[in-house]
């Protein structure tokens, strides 16, 4: 005779044993919930190279077409803040030369530094090529809203023999820096403000040594040179002739723009504004030395004191907080703008 169990109450009711049973079970295989990670974010430039070699065309387009003192109204179109007060200085400069001395812009590239920055405002940077005379220009452009144009912000030739520091490819995008960044050996704004210091005081400076030596720095140099120059043609009349030449700089109100380096350094453009001051003994009749100067001067006459007021605009490396590097000029732009002899 076969036996079995009697089957289970077809209620569907499970006896108390089962359910205690079933419910330590549960308990010990109980696991929280996977939370969702979230994906790291892309990093990526948000302006496109093409869009960017566009932008350049139209830029260049307008500043190969302004020419004399019309031309300075008609580069507001696309240029703005301290480009636009170099370019316009550099038209009043031509204008009065008859049109002569005006160098133009031509903007095929060899890098492109584009933003990474999702909001408003937004730059970007150009390298350009090497011209045949002279040297490559770092442009910065500048996008204030999302419905503005860009424009070109401001630019310098960069020095000869300079080494540039490496930025992220232009597909990936370079982050702006801000003006008080904590992350560089200096902030962004204390960087120029000491260089102006040093372009002031030279080794005097407090801030001397933060900086590469004078004769690395082909701005302090060229200021040297000028000044060296304008004695010499002094001493030239009259040997016994005693003469002082003094440069003054000042940093502008014009915010600086920076952009991070590939090594977690910055690139820093800053406006100044800067006077040379040549003084001879009473008697002397004083006159510009340069072409630009002499354009501006006219028919003046001469005096024992020459000033000549100059746009400025410099780009400085900035290292890192934790580099044992100096800050250095990578390059510089000078356009007078002002002549007076008193």
Known sequence: MNSRRPPFPRSGLVPPAALAITSLLLAGCTAELPV?????????????????????DQVTGVVDRAKGADGAEALAARLTGPALELRRAELRIASARGGEGLTGMPMETQQLILPSEQGWPRSSFVITEQPAKGTPMLAAFEQPAPRDQYKMWGFVYLA?????????????????????DPSLKVTPQDAVTQYVSVLNAGEKSKYAANFGAAADDKLRTTLRATG????AAIKKEDKEAKGTFKVAYEATRDPVKAVR???GGAVVLAALLSQETLT????????????????????AKGTEVMKVAYRDMVALYVPPADSAEQMSLLGFHRVPYAVSNK
């Open 36 to 56: 969702p990670v979230a994906e790291a974010p892309v990093v990526a430039a948000v302006v496109t190279e093409t869009q960017e070699r566009k932008i350049l």
């Open 160 to 180: 000869s023999g300079v080494t540039m520091p490496q930025f992220a490819e232009a597909a990936l995008g370079s982050p702006a820096v801000p003006a008080d």
């Open 261 to 263: 380096t590939s090594d």
């Open 228 to 231: 060296d120059g304008q004695l």
């Open 280 to 299: 001879a003994e009473k008697g002397w009749r004083l006159s510009p030395s340069t072409p630009s100067a002499k354009a501006l001067w006219g028919d």
